[in-house]
C-alpha cells in the first residue's frame, strides 16, 4: 500500500509539473484503437454498444490486472509503475492550462476565447458572451476536476492500477460516444451508464472537497443539497453545485450542442443562489479547482499509509 501512496504522489506531481505527454500519449493511442473499433462495430444498438464498452474497458482493466499482480511484490517496480500510469491518466494540468488560456483571452479577444473554449466543452461556443464563456469554463473545471484528477485518484487509491486504467478507459469512451447524438444514442448508452458509475464516488468526494476548501461551506451545501438534483448528470450535478456555491456565483442555463443540421438546446436549471459568474471568477475557480485536486490527493495517501492490522494466528485446540 506505501508503494502505491508513493507512486500516486509521484504521479500527481508528474502531472502538475510536467502536463500530459506530448508525444505517444497512451490514453490517444487508445482512442485511436476505439475509434477505428467503433467504425467496425457500430450499429443502432444498445447491446452491440455494450460489448463494444466490455472490450475495451475490460481489456484495459486486464491489463491493468495483470500489472498490478506482476509488480506487487517489488515495491520500487510497483511505485514506478503506479507514478507512470497516474500521471498518463490524470489531466489536471491540461484542464488549468486551458482555463488560463480562455482567461488571459476573455477580455481582450472574445472570438479567439470562443474558439479556445472548444478544448474546454462540447458546448457551440459561437455566439457565446463574456459572461456565457466565463460560465462555460467554471463549469468545466468543475466537472472535469472531478472526473480527471479526483476519481481516478480515488479508485487508484482503492483499487490500483486495474482502477487507474479502467477508469480512463471508461471516461474517454464517455467522451467519444457517450454524447446524445443520433449515431450514438443508443451505442453509447453503456459507455456512458459506466462512466456515470466510474465516477460516482470521485464526484461526492469533489463536492466536499469544495465545501470544505472554497470558503463559502454553507452556500456550497445548500446548492448540493437543493440544486444538484435539477442537473441531468448525478455527478456533474453535485460538482458544479458545490462549486457555484463555494465561489458565490450560479452556474446553468441554456447550451447549444450538436454539428450544424442537428443542433438541440438544453434549458438546464440555475446551481447556486450568486451572482452570475463574470470572466474574473476563472481565477477563483482554478483555483479551488487545485486545491479539491491536492485534498483527494492527500486523502488518499493519508488512507493508504495506514498500517493495516495483522492477523493474529489461531491457536490450535
Request: a positive charge; aromatic letters at 4%; charged letters at 20%.
Amino acid at each position: 500500500m506505501r508503494s502505491r501512496a508513493l507512486g500516486l504522489l509521484l504521479g500527481y506531481a508528474a502531472d502538475r509539473v510536467l502536463g500530459d505527454p506530448r508525444r505517444f500519449h497512451p490514453v490517444a493511442g487508445f482512442g485511436q484503437v476505439a475509434g477505428r473499433l467503433e467504425r467496425r462495430v457500430h450499429a443502432d444498438s444498445r447491446v452491440r454498444g455494450a460489448a463494444y464498452t466490455l472490450v475495451l474497458v475490460g481489456g484495459t482493466t486486464a491489463a491493468g490486472v495483470l500489472l498490478e499482480r506482476g509488480t506487487r511484490h517489488r515495491p520500487l517496480l510497483h511505485t514506478a509503475a503506479t507514478a507512470t500510469v497516474t500521471w498518463a491518466v490524470l489531466g489536471g494540468r491540461s484542464l488549468d492550462r486551458e482555463a488560463a488560456a480562455v482567461e488571459a483571452l476573455v477580455g481582450a479577444d472574445l472570438p479567439a476565447a470562443r474558439v479556445r473554449l472548444t478544448h474546454l466543452v462540447g458546448r457551440d461556443t459561437r455566439s457565446l458572451g463574456a459572461g456565457d464563456v466565463a460560465r462555460a469554463v467554471v463549469e468545466s473545471l468543475a466537472e472535469n476536476t472531478s472526473d480527471a484528477v479526483v476519481a481516478p485518484v480515488v479508485l487508484g487509491a482503492v483499487a490500483g492500477l486495474p482502477g487507474l486504467l479502467g477508469h480512463r478507459a471508461a471516461n474517454t469512451l464517455d467522451a467519444m460516444v457517450g454524447h446524445r447524438t443520433r449515431r450514438h444514442e443508443r451505442f453509447g448508452w453503456a459507455s456512458a451508464r459506466l462512466d456515470d458509475l466510474a465516477n460516482l464516488p470521485g464526484a461526492r468526494m469533489t463536492a466536499a472537497l469544495a465545501v470544505l476548501l472554497g470558503g463559502r461551506p454553507r452556500a456550497a451545501v445548500e446548492a448540493w443539497r437543493y440544486d444538484a438534483r435539477h442537473h441531468p448528470s448525478p455527478n456533474a450535478g453535485p460538482v458544479e453545485a458545490a462549486f457555484a456555491g463555494a465561489l458565490g456565483v450560479r452556474l446553468g442555463g441554456s447550451n447549444v450542442y450538436g454539428p450544424p443540421g442537428e443542433q438541440r438546446v438544453e434549458h438546464r436549471a440555475e446551481l447556486g443562489r450568486g451572482r452570475a459568474v463574470g470572466p474574473g471568477d476563472i481565477a477563483r475557480a482554478r483555483s479551488l479547482a487545485a486545491r479539491v485536486g491536492a485534498g483527494a490527493l492527500a486523502l488518499a495517501v493519508a488512507g493508504l499509509s495506514v498500517p493495516r492490522p495483522t492477523r493474529r494466528p489461531r491457536r490450535g485446540r
